[in-house]
């Protein structure tokens, strides 16, 4: 099937699916996603989008000619095809999901390398699991990241240091996290870095910035952000967020990898406040690991964490060695493999 067959078929499902949903076009779209994700991340990674507002996913279907879902989408604003592109980045894998808009029906360059073309081409050719990853790694290798006003990469919610944060904003720590990751990564200039963070604030936060680029009309983007950090963030020392730190268990349910990843969000913090030397994090990791982790002996056991303290693993490492042995056959089962 042509890839002009293909998006045209695309439009129309989205304008039918509209009609049966009593949805205005002008306010929806439809999002080529793989299987795996849930409603929630499909929210958040289209919220990156900051011309669409507030994001709701209406209805999802399993498109076989794509061997992917095509979700209905109902979006706060208006759909302006000028500022919303024709792909959204993952924000956590960097994978490109195609968009497609009933607002209009553009001819396509049959021979640009869209990713709506990748998929096409990987799920008509051979149909083969193998080939199908190919694709999407040659898409991925060649997908040059946007840049200007309207790009999606690293676009950032709202924030106005108000405490608790209100519905619709993100919170400090999180907020702080992706706007250095866009200052950093961005290929854009620090005019324009500056001016994103501005698009995202709200007062009082608006104002602190202002005022710095008051006095400075030429400031970095990173001071920007050290004033919204001065001015918003509570006045905790290294040794109360150590203290914090230590207080950390498994939750019931929680798996021992998720457990990991929150001990490492902790500790980043304590670290960047003074509360631990950076030379003791992976000491530190792994004795908070073998005190919090109550539901999880048994992994604890096997990967022998106690008689390692004093050459520990580094973060990464340790959480390829618990999924390691979480994929691995039970204890019990290799202790009777054995014996027979």
């Not at 690293?154 to 209100?166: K, V």
């Not at 200052?183 to 709200?202: P, T, Y």
Request: charged content about 30%; glycine content about 4%.
């Amino acid at each position: 099937m042509e890839l002009q067959s293909v998006k045209l078929e695309l439009v129309k499902e989205l304008r039918e699916w509209c009609q049966g949903e009593s949805l205005d076009q002008i306010h929806t779209l439809l999002a080529v996603v793989p299987k795996e994700f849930e409603v929630a991340q499909i929210g958040e990674t289209l919220e990156t989008i900051k011309a669409l507002g507030r994001v709701r996913v209406r209805g999802r279907e399993f498109n076989t000619t794509l061997d992917r879902l095509t979700v209905l989408c109902e979006c706060k604003e208006k759909i302006d095809p000028t500022k919303v592109p024709y792909e959204v980045m993952h924000t956590h894998t960097d994978e490109a999901w195609p968009i497609v808009m009933a607002t209009e029906a553009p001819a396509l360059d049959e021979d640009a390398q869209t990713p709506l073309k990748v998929l096409l081409e990987a799920s008509t050719s051979s149909g083969s699991a193998e080939s199908i990853i190919r694709a999407v790694g040659d898409l991925l290798s060649k997908i040059e990241k946007p840049s200007g006003e309207n790009s999606n990469y690293r676009h950032l919610r709202m924030l106005s240091g108000t405490l608790p944060a209100p519905a619709e904003e993100e919170v400090l720590e999180h907020w702080i996290e992706q706007a250095r990751l866009m200052v950093e990564e961005s290929d854009c200039s620090a005019k324009e870095k500056r001016q994103r963070i501005m698009e995202s604030l709200r007062r009082p936060a608006l104002a602190v910035v202002k005022t710095v680029c008051t006095a400075d009309a030429d400031v970095t983007p990173h001071k920007c952000l050290d004033a919204i950090e001065s001015a918003f963030r509570t006045a905790e020392s290294g040794e109360y967020l150590y203290f914090d730190f230590r207080l950390l268990y498994q939750g019931q349910y929680e798996k021992l990898s998720d457990l990991l990843r929150r001990l490492e969000q902790s500790l980043t913090k304590v670290v960047i406040k003074g509360g631990v030397p950076a030379s003791h994090v992976d000491i530190a990791r792994v004795e908070q690991l073998l005190w919090g982790a109550i539901h999880s002996d048994l992994i604890i056991v096997q990967l022998k964490l106690r008689e390692r303290k004093q050459n520990p693993p580094t973060f990464l490492e340790l959480l390829a060695e618990i999924r390691a042995e979480r994929s691995s056959p039970p204890l019990e089962s290799r202790l009777i493999c054995l014996h027979i």
